[in-house]
């Protein structure tokens, strides 16, 4: 073996004196050089050092330079996605287990952060997108000329329902994108998969239907009845009657905590948990009629929109509010959070469109829309789409630097539009109206690429089954539901009184207090009333005269060396320069 | 116009045949994945409880003696073989996987004090009240052979205990005096004494085998080297320590086992002070053996329980207790660090796990991978007081329950009246001590 290392090593010498080959790199490697982008390149500078010193000492076996010394670089923008919060600083004091201990984490996350990062690159799909050629508006492209210009399956994603006789229509996408719930207003139920029209049930239930929603899986769903809520299963069989709901005008569920929220035309906001069948909150809002609802998919914070302009977050730990917020001068019509939390559009009377940043409660910007907008709806990828009467416009850069102005899509329909739901991860925004049920192509609203072990559209009934069982698992109670999903893992810094004053809570009687002098019982009869408050009264305030007596001690301490420091100066004062001829 | 419209093709996304596995595309975008805390705080909820579900110690157990069992060993060379000497003189050889004794031999008459086995693994001595060291064969005698030892030596006061050096000939013994023997002679090389009377148990230093140390009945605990004809020094206690046993990892760190229920972890470098008091157990300590890691070390007491301590916490991770299970005299660890050996008053060897909830046999890649995942999480959440609540609980027998809160308020009571004794005494005269200062009586060298 040696002698063979030998004779290659010797070989490879002599060939590596030829001149070599042109790689196909080279080439690459120079256009990439030519124009790096900003951040690249200062990554590039950040690590030029490095590769400079490993270019010398990595050579291959053969003499020749690694072309591509190092990982390959991440870009900044990517890794700033995968970053959890802010990095942990060695104290200067830390002994070295902490510091152990702080180091070896950093360097776990990190590399966790690195790995997610690189994930990228396996991502199968890209986000789909729509522009016009020059002078071309984008929002002018009708829905048949999308649907001719892109293939059979997407072009199929365009349909219209004709439901003339009992709308207007709600609807409800499942978690998934692969189901679709419809809700006409007299009455009409039907629940289908969208994709290959295969239809799951259909009924009349013979009442008024305010609202519908999917439960966690497409096996159920609930409907607002006229006076009660139900739950059906997807063959359109009664499951509940849940009479403790009553008068439900909107719902929301709340995926991972397996919670039902609904607003009553009384007034209340009922938490309802699926998977145990128990009401977990009824808050009285005590603003009238709650009729715009939506929920912060980043906290599962309920927001309701009132009449008086106000909107309120509800958690269902607490009675009154977490927030209100004055948003709109007249009722508020909708609003809408996007999916990280950051972000809520409103929407309401004065015909005004305005986006608030939630995480400091500060309004970001407000534009005026001529019509106003009934129905708000915002997609994965943050496109919002607004419903003005019979017209669905859709906008793009909603949290850009300038207010929202031009649409980038609209579409026209027959009817009052009365619920608008983008699908997820399609690129599809569902428009229920009184004439029935649009499904419109709207393209890059969908997220592209899915997690499969979350939402599988894909997935197969063993899978969903697999799905549920873990979900259940680990459902979040909701008394973790708070502005902030992120403080379980923060470090506790309660001071020591709020935690003195848990622990008495908890343990019932304060450890730490002094205990009550208690004389003993003496025979012989000197245990007579008289004669235990006279004890009693020997060591009363015992712990005060204490104190006083320190304090009285420091003040004669201080008094005295005043005394002697008045003294000494007097001495000097007294001396004169004549002094020295004395005596 | 220019569109593109998000179309996926569904055979990239399920698998070809039912014979394949599912495909299942990640994405690790954090968006797409809310309540990032609050799931993996649910997780290790769950974890924790689960890890209590399946909290099932208790392996076997090993019967057949005919009295106390007083001394197990294990097996130099062989994980499946394990020795032990009872109260009438019986020595038994186990196997452990089978469970059942190979080998009996009545090596003495009255109690076995002390077996340890050769480095070797050809052969073990044994020692015993009748005042003889024998050594015996591994290997059983032939069908119909009597059993013979090897070798006996007639010593002049009954031995206690015995422990063989880790790779030459030579091996100690204790008694009135610790004693060096060479295997080929019949009066000890070297003898040593410190004005003592009796030894308990002596052993040799696993990486310095020129050291030794030694629990003596006087209280103290006393360490040697084999190079000198005198002791090192000696630390006094104010209780006699039964057993002791070197950290085999950090080998200037040993064990020693109290009657005052303590253990007490020192530093050879520095005998002013133990490293750690390990306290716990509501009756005397009777034995005590490391993790072949040397990250922990599991005791026996006389309180019926058997305890593992971390090697620096001072409360124990883990009791084993049973309802037939008294007073345990002797406890070992087995050289795969994953079962525990204890032999007790009721004539019974028992085989536990150390590891409480830990699967045994072969393991799959993903159960393994859950397993590590799990105690990821348990080690993440574990100070929340949930989580922390359900991993410290362990059901106790009622009367340890009940001498563990007597204990608890006599130590109060204590701690106390020292406090008044200093609140009426002239001020330094009554010196606070920490509960590492309170044992040591005193270092003499």
């Known amino acids: 073996m040696a002698a063979q290392e030998v004779l290659t090593a010797s070989h490879v010498e002599r060939k590596a004196k030829k001149k070599p080959a042109k790689r196909y790199w080279e080439e690459t490697e120079n256009t990439e050089q030519n124009k790096p982008t900003e951040e690249e390149s200062k990554d590039e500078q950040k690590q030029k050092p490095h590769t400079e010193k490993r270019k010398k000492e990595e050579r291959l076996l053969s003499g020749k330079e690694d072309p591509f010394p190092g990982e390959k670089p991440i870009p900044q923008k990517q890794l700033r996605t995968f970053q959890r919060g802010q990095k942990h600083k060695v104290p200067a004091r830390a002994g070295p287990k902490l510091k152990h201990a702080i180091t070896s984490s950093e360097s776990l996350s990190e590399l966790a952060q690195k790995q997610a990062a690189r994930y990228g690159l396996l991502l199968p799909e890209d986000a789909g997108f729509l522009e016009g050629d020059d002078g071309e508006d984008t929002c002018t492209i009708a829905q048949d000329d999308i649907a001719d210009a892109v293939d059979i399956t997407s072009g199929a994603k365009y349909f219209n329902l004709h439901l003339s006789q009992f709308g207007p229509y709600r609807l409800d996408y499942s978690r998934t994108g692969r189901h679709l719930l419809l809700g006409g207003r007299r009455g009409h139920v039907a629940c289908f998969d969208w994709q290959t029209k295969h239809l799951m049930c259909e009924m009349n239930v013979m009442e008024t239907v305010n609202d519908i929603k999917w439960l966690h899986t497409e096996a159920m769903f609930a409907v607002a009845q006229k006076k009660w809520l139900y739950i059906y299963d997807s063959k359109g069989v009664e499951f509940h009657c849940i009479k403790k709901f009553n008068d439900v005008l909107r719902m929301q569920f709340l995926p991972y905590h397996f919670l039902l929220a609904t607003a009553s035309a009384t007034g209340f906001l009922q938490y309802l948990d699926v998977s145990i069948g128990k009401e977990i909150a009824a808050i009285c809002t005590k603003s009238g009629r709650l009729n715009v609802m939506t929920q912060n998919p980043y906290n599962a914070i309920i927001h309701l929109g009132h009449t008086s302009g106000t909107v309120s977050l509800w958690s269902p730990n607490q009675k009154e509010p977490l927030v209100k917020m004055l948003c709109h001068r007249g009722a508020v019509h909708s609003v809408a959070v996007d999916k990280t939390g950051t972000y809520m559009v409103t929407s309401g009377l004065d015909r005004k469109l305005k986006v608030y940043d939630i995480r400091a409660f500060k309004p970001f910007h407000s534009s005026f829309l001529p019509a106003g907008a009934s129905c708000l709806s915002l997609s994965q990828r943050g496109l919002l789409s607004a419903a003005t009467g019979d017209v669905v416009q859709v906008y793009q850069n909603v949290w850009g630097s300038t207010p929202v102005s031009k649409p980038y899509m609209a579409h026209r329909l027959r009817g009052q539009v009365c619920g608008v739901a983008y699908c997820p991860f399609e690129d599809v925004l569902g428009i229920g109206h009184g004439q029935g049920f649009t499904s419109m192509i709207v393209p890059g609203a969908g997220e592209p690429n899915f997690d499969a072990l979350d939402t599988n559209p894909y997935r197969s009934a063993k899978q969903r089954q697999e799905w549920e069982v873990k979900a259940l698992l680990e459902k979040v109670q909701p008394e973790l539901i708070g502005l902030d999903p992120g403080l379980l893992s923060k470090v506790d810094q309660a001071s020591f009184e709020q935690r003195h004053k848990e622990r008495v809570e908890v343990m019932g009687f304060d450890p730490l207090a002094k205990q009550k002098f208690k004389p003993r019982m003496r025979k012989k009869g000197r245990s007579s009333a008289g004669a235990v408050e006279k004890r009693k009264r020997k060591v009363a305030h015992e712990d005060q005269r204490d104190e006083i007596r320190q304090t009285v001690e420091e003040k004669m301490k201080r008094q005295k060396e005043q005394k002697e420091r008045s003294d000494e100066r007097k001495e000097l004062e007294k001396k004169s320069a004549l002094d020295r001829f004395k005596k | 116009m220019k569109v593109k419209v998000l179309c996926r093709n569904p055979d990239d996304y399920v698998r070809e045949t039912t014979r394949d596995i599912q495909r299942v595309p990640r994405n690790y975008d954090p968006t797409l994945h809310p309540f990032e805390v609050p799931r993996e705080y649910t997780r290790a909820l769950n974890a924790t409880k689960l890890e209590r579900v399946f909290a099932k110690p208790f392996v076997a157990s090993l019967d057949g003696h005919r009295d106390v069992i007083s001394c197990i060993t294990k097996h130099a060379k062989s994980l499946s073989t394990v020795i032990s000497g009872a109260c009438d003189g019986e020595v038994k050889v186990w196997n452990l996987p089978k469970r059942e004794c190979t080998r009996t031999v009545q090596a003495h008459e009255g109690f076995v004090r002390g077996i340890c086995s050769r480095f070797c693994g050809t052969s073990f001595?044994?020692?015993?009240?009748?005042?003889?060291?024998?050594?015996?064969?591994?290997?059983?005698?032939?069908?119909?052979?009597?059993?013979?030892?090897?070798?006996?030596?007639?010593?002049?006061?009954?031995?206690?205990?015995?422990?063989?050096?880790?790779?030459?000939?030579?091996?100690?013994?204790?008694?009135?005096?610790?004693?060096?023997?060479?295997?080929?002679?019949?009066?000890?090389?070297?003898?040593?004494?410190?004005?003592?009377?009796?030894?308990?148990?002596?052993?040799?230093?696993?990486?310095?085998?020129?050291?030794?140390?030694?629990?003596?009945?006087?209280?103290?605990?006393?360490?040697?080297?084999?190079?000198?004809?005198?002791?090192?020094?000696?630390?006094?206690?104010?209780?006699?320590?039964?057993?002791?046993?070197?950290?085999?990892?950090?080998?200037?760190?040993?064990?020693?086992?109290?009657?005052?229920?303590?253990?007490?972890?020192?530093?050879?470098?520095?005998?002013?002070?133990?490293?750690?008091?390990?306290?716990?157990?509501?009756?005397?300590?009777?034995?005590?053996?490391?993790?072949?890691?040397?990250?922990?070390?599991?005791?026996?007491?006389?309180?019926?329980?058997?305890?593992?301590?971390?090697?620096?916490?001072?409360?124990?991770?883990?009791?084993?207790?049973?309802?037939r299970m008294q007073h345990v005299i002797c406890v070992k660890w087995s050289a795969d660090s994953k079962f525990i050996m204890s032999g007790s008053d009721e004539m019974n060897i028992r085989l536990w796990k150390a590891n409480a909830s830990e699967k045994l046999g072969v393991l799959s890649t993903r159960e393994k991978t859950a397993a590590n995942y799990n105690k990821k999480l348990i080690q993440k959440f574990q100070h929340h007081p949930q989580v922390r609540r359900i991993a410290r609980h362990r059901h106790l027998p009622r009367d340890v329950l009940k001498q563990k809160r007597e204990l608890k308020e006599m130590k109060e009571a204590r701690r106390r009246k020292e406090q008044n004794v200093r609140k009426h005494s002239k001020p330094g005269s009554v010196p606070l001590l920490t509960e590492k200062e309170k044992h040591v009586v005193k270092v003499v060298e």
């Open chain 2, 125 to 323: 001595f044994t020692v015993g009240d009748d005042k003889t060291i024998k050594q015996w064969n591994m290997e059983a005698p032939g069908y119909g052979v009597r059993e013979e030892p090897i070798n006996t030596i007639l010593g002049k006061a009954v031995f206690t205990g015995i422990d063989h050096h880790q790779r030459e000939g030579t091996f100690v013994t204790c008694g009135q005096t610790v004693d060096i023997w060479d295997e080929q002679r019949s009066s000890p090389v070297l003898s040593f004494s410190w004005g003592v009377d009796s030894f308990s148990s002596v052993r040799y230093n696993p990486v310095e085998p020129d050291l030794l140390a030694s629990c003596a009945s006087d209280r103290s605990i006393v360490l040697y080297d084999t190079r000198e004809s005198a002791p090192l020094r000696k630390v006094i206690m104010q209780l006699r320590s039964n057993t002791l046993c070197w950290n085999p990892m950090e080998a200037y760190y040993f064990t020693c086992a109290n009657e005052d229920y303590n253990l007490y972890t020192y530093d050879i470098r520095n005998l002013d002070v133990p490293v750690t008091v390990h306290m716990d157990h509501v009756s005397a300590v009777l034995d005590v053996d490391y993790s072949p890691t040397g990250r922990e070390f599991v005791s026996a007491s006389f309180d019926k329980t058997i305890r593992i301590f971390p090697k620096d916490k001072g409360h124990s991770r883990e009791v084993y207790h049973t309802k």
